[in-house]
């Protein structure tokens, strides 16, 4: 299956630049830390290496979907094969997001998205709208495409 | 002096921490990826990281519990494991 989306480039335009700084400043951190104290601190470091490169690997799939062609047509194709790695990217950045750039706005507000976006500042709007945007982009993923689930 | 061997064995949990972020959908669905759950058993599994601030959703040997913990954390929740001291 298979699934095009067609997307209004002057909104989404200003919202990708903000997903493309998310992304540059994750670099080679993890999303969500690990939390895993007690892991032997050589497993514990294979571990975070592996999943850094999994994340990393993710975005790159997520921010090909933005190539120069999308700035053609304003279309991006969502599959099965490319449905997984994009949810995943989503959640990385908008952790990445809410730790860095929304810090200000409190937890409640984020879970329930009553945010009042005017009276935000222009660039915690943008990153506001951007979280909002990348949350879409995994609903679209998970109402249409998945994940596989195993014995379904 | 515990043996590195006795301090891996027994049973050991998996829980999955709250986070503000994820959407409730995105936590159902992973935890049926990841841990092959049905859906009303993800769902319940959802709501008590919610509402209670975290959830076992597995336990068994630390290989098995180490091999969801990474799963779920590929998929950016926070996982922990702790010994089941019951």
Known sequence: ?152 | MTSPESALGGVWRVIVLNDPVNLMSYVVAVFRRVLGLDESTARKHMLEVHEQGRSVVWSGVRERAEHYAFALQQWHLTAVLERDET
């Not at chain 1, 480039?9 to 919202?15: G, H, N, R, W």
């Not at chain 1, 660039?123 to 679209?140: E, N």
Request: aromatic share 6%; hydrophobic share 50%.
């Open chain 1, 1 to 152: 299956m298979k699934l095009e989306v067609k997307l209004h480039l002057p909104a989404v335009t200003p919202l990708l630049d903000v997903v493309k700084v998310a992304a540059d400043s994750l670099g080679g951190c993890l999303a969500a830390p690990l939390r895993h104290d007690g892991l032997d601190a050589e497993f514990r470091s294979d571990w975070e290496a592996e999943l850094v490169a999994a994340q990393n690997e993710d975005i790159r799939l997520l921010l090909a979907l933005f190539g120069h062609e999308f700035f053609g047509t304003g279309v991006i194709v969502l599959d099965e094969a490319n449905a997984e790695p994009v949810m995943r990217a989503c959640a990385a950045l908008r952790l990445r997001l809410r730790a860095h750039d929304l810090g200000a706005l409190p937890d409640e507000a984020l879970e329930s998205g009553a945010v009042h976006v005017a009276g935000l500042a222009e660039p915690v709007q943008r990153a506001f709208m951007s979280y909002v945007f990348l949350a879409t982009l995994q609903d679209l993923c998970l109402s249409h495409l998945g994940p596989s689930v195993p014995g379904v």
